[in-house]
């Protein structure tokens, strides 16, 4: 027994009156579901891998600190 739209129900009763095609729905719902994730997983991923990207591409001087010790640092 159960409580559905404030009247009690059994298990058979509430059974027939779910709409038809509910499984399917759900199916796609879950199907749906996976996708967002591996497509949030998959723009992590690509995000991620751009900015080492990235930072891999700044030159060594910068990390040495002698990007700083230019001739235009030296004009005023």
Known sequence: MTEHEDRLLCADCLRT???AGGSRRLRWASVRAVLQTLAGVGLA???????????LAIPESFHEGTVWQGTWMDAE
């Open 17 to 19: 009156l779910r709409p």
């Open 45 to 55: 991923w690509f995000v991620f891998y751009a900015a080492g990207r990235i930072l």
